[in-house]
């Protein structure tokens, strides 16, 4: 009988509309920039009004990102990158979830959010003068050509750059 009742609440389950929708997650960010991407977006629509807690699973456990009553609709919180005891988390791939207290569930959400605080690096690649041209009779003077790679920068056991 208790199996019987099990699956009968399992399938009426899969058949309720998710009590969340709409999510948006930022894929990367970077705690440490002063940019507008220094703090990772959770956004997600709620069907019903719930008493929620939002966080982000770390390898220490959860840090709550928020938690109180939320009214139906669009739900938008912040997470700055920190752990329950407010220091940076490494750089690595978290997941945020979403607690819906009335609803009584745990919804883990689909998209892992990547911390990064490696700077980009900037080098010159190449420079090189451009000869003279003519375009329609006229004669242009020639110019620089400046070649510039943007990308994170690597370093090897040795501790020199490393491409």
């Keep these: 009988m208790a199996t019987a009742t099990a699956f009968a609440v399992t ?3 899969k058949l309720e509309p ?3 929708s709409k999510t948006q997650v930022s894929d990367i960010f970077s705690p440490v920039c002063r940019c507008a991407t220094k703090t990772a977006n959770i956004e997600f629509s709620l069907r019903r ?3 929620l807690r939002i966080a982000v699973r770390t390898g220490s456990g959860e840090v709550t990102v928020a938690a109180g009553t939320f009214p139906r ?6 997470w700055d990158g920190r752990d329950a005891s407010g220091e940076l ?3 690595g791939i978290y997941y ?3 607690e819906l207290q009335r609803a009584g569930r745990t919804i883990d959400l689909p998209n892992p959010i990547r911390v ?3 700077r980009p690096s900037i080098r010159l690649a190449q420079t090189r003068s451009s000869p003279p041209y003519p375009a329609g009779g006229t004669s242009y003077h020639g110019g620089m050509i400046i070649a510039i790679l943007i990308g994170r920068a690597m370093f090897s056991d040795k501790g020199s750059l490393a491409e």
């Design 96 to 98: 945020p979830l979403v």
């Design 73 to 78: 609709g669009d739900v938008r919180v912040r």
């Design 18 to 20: 998710s009590p969340i």
């Design 11 to 13: 399938q009426r389950l």
């Design 116 to 118: 990064d605080t490696i």
């Design 49 to 51: 009004a719930d008493h």
């Design 89 to 91: 988390v490494p750089d």
